[in-house]
């Protein structure tokens, strides 16, 4: 009996195994819009917009901004791509101006936001962390309000307000409070730029879920017939 209920451990096991979810990273390319978002005296957030409606996989679980690392825009503390928001919606929109009418799809774990810093262009101001950046690493939320479009594109403390500022190379990995389901309907992802200048690659956390293939159910059959055989024999 041992072996037996050993072999249908073996099979819930091998079957529980199917059944999980694989992640995978998947790029998706930014379309620029025309247009600026943004409020106050400085409304110069460029936004830019990936399409997401044929991605494969179930669910989105993450994404992750990544600056292009093209040399351009503001230096020290504001270097790299400055984002203002990171906003999933089934809503589509043309141009910067309208990014009131975006109704989120799904909720961002911005507390939980990882930061990966880049590089800066000089003066280095040693010391001192990229702006929205907290000391230890972690991102300042009260600063970067990442769920909403009011980047103020200044380079000017006080002043500058509402986005992080990743370096050059530098990165930003927001996880989803849920996953996102993916059932083919439009969805795209906008983030916003402030200040223009910059360029990001986006990239998104998909899962799928494994299915067994044929030739590994053939193959787990063996086993077990295998195995099987074994036992009888001992019991012989
Ligand atoms: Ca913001
Ligand atoms: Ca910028």
Redesign the pocket.
């Known amino acids: 009996m041992t072996l037996l209920r050993t072999a249908t451990a073996f099979a819930g096991a091998l079957l529980l195994a199917g059944a999980l979810n694989a992640a995978a990273a998947a790029t998706v390319s930014f379309t620029q819009l025309s247009g600026f978002a943004g409020g106050g005296l400085s409304p110069q957030t460029v936004v830019f917009r990936a399409d997401l409606s044929s991605l494969a996989g179930d669910a989105i679980t993450s994404v992750t901004i990544t600056d292009a690392n093209v040399i ?3 230096t020290g503390r ?1 270097s790299g ?2 984002v203002d928001a990171v906003v999933l919606s089934t809503v589509l929109i043309t141009s910067g101006t309208q990014v009131g009418s975006l109704t989120p799809a799904a909720t961002f774990d911005f507390a939980g936001a990882v930061l990966v810093p880049g590089t800066r262009t000089p003066p280095e101001e040693a010391g001192l962390p990229l702006f929205g950046h907290n000391p230890d690493g972690s991102l300042n939320n009260a600063i970067a309000t990442l769920g909403v479009f009011d980047g103020v ?1 200044t380079n000017v403390i006080p002043g500058a307000f509402g986005f992080v ?1 990743l370096g050059f190379g530098g990165s930003l990995t927001l996880n989803l409070t849920a996953p996102l389901p993916l059932d083919g309907t439009p969805l795209y992802l906008y983030i916003g ?6 360029q990001a690659i986006g990239s998104v956390t998909v899962t799928a879920t494994a299915v067994p293939e044929p030739m590994s159910l053939a193959l787990f059959g063996a086993a077990l017939a295998g195995l099987g055989l074994v036992r009888a024999r001992r019991r012989a």
């Open positions: 351009a825009g503001s504001f791509f400055d594109a500022s730029e402030v200040g223009g200048g910059e």
